[in-house]
Nanobody, 126 residues
């Protein structure tokens, strides 16, 4: 079955940076769409960024544009999320998810993704 594993989270002061990684295996489709989501305690899970690995198109939530950068390395089956200028409101569990053809739904729609990792915690102190 598909395995999705996130890493790179941690505790950091406001203004700092983190680079999250999402490693995937066991999928049969060659060009997945990969999304990063986050969920703070008591809040809904929200999409922050996504990438279509077949063509490199990227998508970002308005709240993170200019600070977050999503990229992928097909040779390593890994997607990265570079997070700069961290703010306390970025504190959340960050999840990586994948979907393949027919790429149903919008990039930020949680139910459209069927393969999820267990998450990596990002904590930002002021």
């Amino acid at each position: 079955q598909v395995q999705v594993v996130e890493s790179g989270g941690g505790s950091v002061q406001a203004g700092g940076s983190l680079r999250l990684s999402c490693a995937a295996s066991g999928y049969t489709y060659s060009t997945p769409c990969v999304g990063w989501f986050r969920q703070a305690p008591g809040a809904e899970r929200e999409g922050v960024a996504a990438i279509y690995t077949g063509g490199g198109s990227t998508y970002y939530a308005d709240s993170v544009k200019g600070r977050f950068t999503i990229s992928h390395d097909n040779a390593k089956n890994t997607v990265y999320l570079q997070i700069n200028s961290l703010k306390p409101e970025d504190t959340a569990m960050y999840y990586c998810a994948m979907k393949g053809p027919p790429y149903a739904g919008r990039w930020y729609e949680v139910p459209s993704y069927k393969n999820w990792g267990q998450g990596t915690q990002v904590t930002v102190s002021s």
